[in-house]
């Protein structure tokens, strides 16, 4: 299967569901290091709760193989849909309604609450990613299906 993604500006990636992939700090994390992977394994699990062992810190974006993409990825109905219908992401689609798409976006609802508790820097590195992906795929949507 080919590995399509949505690249909106030179260099940024999307998600199926609207994450800006690109920044995320797990996109090419085995490229970037293995202090780079502990850091953000424990940066993780601090600040979602999610116990994950440095070496499994890294994605390639989740259209890509599973062998390449972050395991909590491979089994989201939203990219597996995405990779049958050979769509880019979830905006491609002409359905206006999901309930993949909606169960993979509640995944993101709640993490700009962190603002509020993340420093500046934090909050930048490991929830802005996440942060808009639902105006971000209706914005795409918008555009593709005027």
């Given at each position: 299967?080919?590995?399509?993604?949505?690249?909106?500006?030179?260099?940024?990636?999307?998600?199926?569901?609207?994450?800006?992939?690109?920044?995320?700090?797990?996109?090419?994390?085995?490229?970037?290091?293995?202090?780079?992977?502990?850091?953000?394994?424990?940066?993780?699990?601090?600040?979602?709760?999610?116990?994950?062992?440095?070496?499994?810190?890294?994605?390639?974006?989740?259209?890509?193989?599973?062998?390449?993409?972050?395991?909590?990825?491979?089994m989201?109905?939203?990219?597996?849909?995405?990779?049958?219908?050979?769509?880019?992401?979830?905006a491609?689609?002409?359905?206006?309604?999901?309930?993949?798409?909606?169960?993979?976006?509640?995944?993101?609802?709640?993490?700009?609450?962190?603002?509020?508790?993340?420093s500046?820097?934090?909050?930048?590195?490991?929830?802005?990613?996440?942060?808009?992906?639902?105006?971000?795929?209706?914005?795409?949507?918008?555009?593709?299906?005027?």
């Amino acid at each position: 299967m080919e590995n399509k993604t949505i690249v909106v500006q030179e260099g940024i990636m999307i998600s199926v569901c609207g994450v800006i992939c690109s920044e995320c700090p797990a996109f090419h994390a085995k490229v970037k290091g293995p202090e780079h992977q502990k850091y953000t394994a424990d940066a993780w699990d601090r600040i979602y709760d999610l116990a994950e062992k440095a070496e499994n810190i890294s994605c390639g974006g989740c259209l890509g193989p599973d062998d390449e993409i972050f395991h909590t990825s491979r089994m989201c109905n939203a990219r597996i849909c995405c990779r049958l219908k050979g769509f880019g992401t979830c905006a491609e689609c002409p359905l206006t309604t999901c309930k993949d798409l909606e169960k993979a976006q509640s995944n993101w609802d709640s993490v700009p609450d962190l603002i509020h508790q993340l420093s500046a820097a934090e909050f930048e590195r490991y929830a802005r990613p996440y942060c808009g992906h639902r105006k971000r795929l209706s914005q795409m949507r918008a555009s593709l299906h005027p």
